[in-house]
């Protein structure tokens, strides 16, 4: 890279996030089951507790999707024709991100990288981190909500490998992620690439447990959430009020996190007018976290509009990265 390092972050957290957000958490506590949305986790303590989720050693997505990074980002940067940009959704702290970074550096290709993220205290400083560590290189960082925003995307950056990691592509619900998809189909051109992180079907104690953890971490990371509706809406959530429940629907191939009300009590959110009754025992559903094969993959892909062009996986087989291109 021979230009200079350049970073410009652009923010969209505005008045209608807040907005979202209010609208989306009054549907979530009136509906039956409850639920709320789990990018309503990620404020800046929330994304710390996800890095520390991300080093336990029940939590086993992380070291797995690594591993296939560390071992075969140059084979996949090559698969994808060597792009000028990453463009990175939910891109986080990037830690596994620097794989694919230097195996496009070493294929000279490396211009521009776009990371896109809720969180703004994490884009800032991984961003800032990034300009120290890939000299030359021009990021263009977009904080908002990836759903929302989608088509904010800059597309004048030459062909683009879009990765989408850590299997957050988990977390949407069925007819979220087929139209999320869809979308980004839309917006491909026929040389960009998108490379996504899926967590593979597995046994149902292995992954209860890695949602589960004995130190408490997620648990923590579940209730941030209800630190973040006392913050933002004026709510009075106890989080002693609380329990942290993880189980595997394999009906559905997917953990489900529930935050359960140990007694009867009534929540009032201020900013929303709004007072909620939780019967004993009742839940919120706060995340899912969807579990793939390969054959669940392609039929994805075909429904979104793209098809499967790569399919690598780490040595235990717990976790694929897969790369597809537009039809
Ligand atoms: N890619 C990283 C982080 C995964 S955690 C990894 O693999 O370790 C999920 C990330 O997605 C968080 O950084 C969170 O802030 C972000 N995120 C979640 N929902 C989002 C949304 N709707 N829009 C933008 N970013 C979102
Ligand atoms: C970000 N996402 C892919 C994580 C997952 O595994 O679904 C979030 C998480 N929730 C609890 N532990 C980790």
Redesign the pocket.
């Known amino acids: 890279m021979e230009s200079e390092t350049t970073i410009e972050i652009e923010v969209h957290l505005d008045a209608d996030a807040a907005a979202t957000m209010r609208s989306d958490v009054r549907r979530g506590l009136l509906a039956e089951p409850k639920e709320l949305s789990?990018?309503y986790f990620?404020d800046e303590r929330g994304?710390q507790l996800?890095e520390r989720i991300?080093e336990l050693e029940e939590y086993y997505p992380?070291r797995a999707?690594r591993e296939i990074l560390a071992g075969r980002s140059r084979e996949i940067v090559a698969a994808a024709g060597c792009p000028e940009t990453l463009v990175?959704?939910?891109?986080?702290?990037a830690?596994?991100t620097r794989h694919l970074l230097s195996a496009m550096e070493v294929g000279g290709c490396l211009r521009t990288y776009v990371p896109?993220?809720?969180?703004e205290e994490?884009t800032h400083s991984t961003a800032a981190c990034l300009v120290e560590e890939y000299p030359g290189l021009s990021i263009q960082g977009l904080v908002?909500?990836?759903?929302r925003d989608l088509e904010r995307i800059p597309a004048d950056l030459g062909p683009r490998l879009i990765a989408f990691?850590?299997g957050?592509v988990g977390?949407l619900y069925p007819d979220q992620r087929r139209d999320f998809l869809a979308r980004l189909a839309a917006l491909m051109g026929p040389d960009d690439r998108l490379l996504l992180?899926t967590d593979l079907v597995k046994e149902t104690e292995r992954l209860e447990l890695a949602y589960d953890d004995p130190a408490g971490v997620t648990a923590e990371f579940n209730k941030n959430v209800l630190t973040v509706l006392n913050r933002e809406l004026g709510a009075d959530f106890d989080l002693d009020d609380f329990q942290h429940v993880a189980r595997y629907d394999a009906e559905e191939a997917r953990m489900e996190i529930c935050l359960r009300s140990l007694a009867g009590r009534t929540i009032r959110l201020e900013a929303l007018d709004l007072s909620v009754d939780f019967a004993a025992g009742e839940e919120i559903r706060t995340e899912i976290s969807s579990k793939f094969t390969r054959q669940r993959l392609e039929a994805v892909y075909a429904e979104a509009g793209m098809e499967l062009r790569g399919w690598f996986t780490d040595t235990a087989g717990d976790y694929a990265l897969s790369l597809a291109a537009p039809l």
């Open positions: 789990p990018k990620y994304s996800f991300t992380t999707e990175e959704l939910g891109s986080g702290s830690a596994k896109v993220d809720i969180s994490i908002c909500d990836f759903e990691l850590g957050t977390n992180g």
